[in-house]
């Protein structure tokens, strides 16, 4: 069974330094969405892409916080600096969407677990 | 903007009771609604969904939500759950072509 990717599982590092979190889509999915989750909260919208587009940015931290997907596939989301409030869960979703519709299912990754010292 | 609030942070139960895990939304327009679990070590996955037609939405695992438009509520529900069941439920909610907005979840455990 396809599953969406991600890298790393687990991120410890202290603030003020780079990190970097990699998602690789399941194939054929156009939608890409990057969730951020802090404990005891759902997720919330990052940042979505439709192939290489990004087509909501409108709660990510812009300062600090970037996301691409180059090529329409994989997608990297980054943080400089990491901030002590960044320690979360942030998860990648991937869904078939091809035109913005909004029936399709998203799919979720293991998700990265941040932890900023 | 939608909003959604979800009313049990924490449920206990015993097998094979019965459970109903609250969620209401705010948003004037058309929705489409989602209930998903999390598992203990696992990924999110979808319970069930809500697009159109008949308000009652059968998932998986047994797992039934009823959505009644005119209270803005998507409730889940099983009628006898097990201890497979221990996990965290979030509602969500989908409006016209717009992101998902998630609740705060519901964890749910079940005592053998």
């Known amino acids: 069974e396809a599953e969406v990717a991600q890298s790393p599982r687990y991120k410890i590092t202290e603030k003020s330094q780079a990190v970097a979190f990699w998602c690789d889509p399941i194939?054929?999915?156009?939608?890409l969405y990057w969730y951020r989750q802090i404990l005891g909260q759902g997720p919330e919208l990052l940042v979505q892409?439709?192939?290489?587009?990004?087509?909501?940015d409108s709660q990510l931290p812009k300062d600090r916080f970037s996301a691409e997907r180059l090529k329409g596939v994989d997608s990297t989301l980054k943080i400089q600096p990491a901030e002590l409030g960044d320690s979360a869960m942030y998860l990648c979703?991937?869904?078939?969407?091809?035109?913005?519709?909004?029936?399709?299912?998203?799919?979720f990754g293991p998700g990265t677990r941040l932890t900023v010292l | 903007a939608q909003s959604v609030s979800q009313h049990n942070h924490h449920v206990i139960l015993s097998e094979a009771a019965s459970l109903e895990l609250g969620c209401n939304y705010s948003?004037?327009?058309?929705?489409?609604l989602f209930w998903y679990v999390q598992y203990p070590g696992q990924h999110l996955q979808l319970l069930l969904k809500?697009?159109?037609?008949?308000?009652l939405v059968k998932g998986i695992k047994g797992f039934e939500a009823e959505f009644i438009k005119s209270k803005f509520s998507f409730n889940l529900r099983k009628p006898s759950v097990q201890w497979s069941d221990t996990a965290e439920y979030f509602c969500?909610?989908?409006?016209?072509?717009?992101?998902?907005?998630f609740g705060d979840g519901t964890t749910l455990t079940v005592k053998p």
């Open positions: 194939s054929g999915h156009a939608t």
């Open positions: 948003y004037g327009g058309t929705v489409n």
């Open positions: 809500y697009f159109s037609g008949d308000p």
């Open positions: 892409f439709q192939d290489e587009s990004v087509v909501d």
């Open positions: 969500a909610v989908r409006a016209n072509a717009g992101k998902s907005t």
């Open positions: 979703a991937s869904s078939r969407d091809t035109s913005g519709g909004w029936l399709n299912e998203q799919f």
